[in-house]
């Protein structure tokens, strides 16, 4: 279903790929009655996503007038590069929630263990067309000595003001996942699977994108550590969890963020009670890697962080957000910044 009828279909390869990904989308066989209804339930959320894709396709093509698209024909037609392009149809097509990189939290729900630690870091990539790809991660590092292992969005899209895809990845404790997985459910990888949605709220402080995630599996109230040796983490997976995502821009606070003979410095909120600290590769990011360097929880005493630091200069983003003891959010604040050379 082209979006111009001319042949110019370059600048829409996002959401042509999209469209195209919606349309052939499979779950791989999976053993019980368990795995039938994850099945079920995925393949449903992408059914209604589908349709919403292919009414945003008609919106974006009745946009365009025939000298709108006679124009984008002639730009290309002198070798104009791609990226202007894309420039001058962003003026006459709509653009939907605002794109970029959103970095959060979650907070999980309902795990049934009322002294574990309920806040993970969370960051979107999110397209800023009006219909494209989101790139994401989900983390539950808590302390560096843990693995840096995450969730990862697998086929995940925005349409517009929302977004929804499924996420993907092992934890840890990799000795817990292959006893469920592996001979309860018969899925010879080890890895979680959820779905997640969540949508672009213009009217809320900072612009943030929202939503929630929930595990397709019955996890809810598992226990999980690092399964390390001296590194004494224990916690919840919780069977559902809400998510906050804002752009690096948003402050709330007087949180006064510096990163200082590369620490990372900050100033607690007066009720502060817990602090998450992301350090984030934004080139990684950006490529769909994983782009946590590390996650850290700290108490509500402590006002630094030691960052990674790689052989060569890195465009990182710290980000810090403070909770009180409800787990709301009363503190944010990111820096962008190249950290020197390691010596």
């Known amino acids: 279903m082209p979006i111009l009828s001319a042949p110019l279909f370059t600048p829409f390869k996002s959401v042509s790929i999209v469209a195209i990904s919606l349309l052939t989308i499979s779950i791989s066989g999976c053993g019980g009655s368990d795995a039938d209804k994850t099945s079920d339930k995925i393949n449903h959320e992408y059914e209604r996503i589908e349709n919403q894709v292919k009414e945003e396709y008609k919106r974006v093509e009745n946009k365009l007038t025939n000298n709108e698209k006679s124009m984008a024909e002639i730009l290309k037609s002198v070798f104009l590069p791609e990226q202007s392009l894309d420039t001058f149809l962003d003026k006459i097509t709509p653009e939907g929630g605002l794109g970029g990189l959103y970095v959060g939290h979650f907070v999980e729900l309902d795990d049934g263990n009322d002294s574990d630690i ?118 919840t997976l919780g069977g559902r969890a809400n998510y906050v995502t804002y752009p690096l821009d948003y402050r709330l ?83 962008v910044m190249d950290l020197p050379i390691a010596k």
């Open 118 to 235: 309920d806040i993970g870091a969370i960051y979107f990539d999110i397209s800023k067309d009006a219909a494209g790809s989101v790139d994401g991660r989900v983390s539950y590092q808590q302390q560096p000595c843990q693995n840096n292992r995450t969730l990862a969005t697998d086929t995940a899209v925005k349409v517009n003001n929302n977004i929804v895809g499924k996420l993907s990845g092992s934890l840890d404790t990799p000795k817990f996942l292959d006893m469920k997985y592996i001979n309860k459910l018969d899925i010879r990888t080890p890895n979680l699977l959820s779905t997640f949605a969540g949508s672009f709220n213009e009217k809320m402080t900072g612009q943030p994108w929202t939503g929630s995630f929930e595990y397709q599996d019955g996890l809810g109230g598992k226990t999980l550590s690092s399964g390390i040796d001296d590194c004494d983490v224990l916690y």
């Open 253 to 335: 606070g007087d949180m006064q963020l510096d990163v200082v003979n590369n620490t990372v410095q900050w100033q607690n909120p007066a009720d502060t009670a817990l602090v998450l600290v992301s350090q984030i590769d934004i080139e990684k990011a950006k490529s769909g890697d994983n782009g946590f360097e590390r996650n850290q929880i700290f108490q509500q005493q402590q006002t630094q962080f030691s960052p990674v630091i790689t052989l060569h200069s890195t465009n990182y983003a710290f980000v810090v957000q403070a909770f009180d003891k409800n787990n709301a959010l009363i503190g944010y604040q990111a820096i």
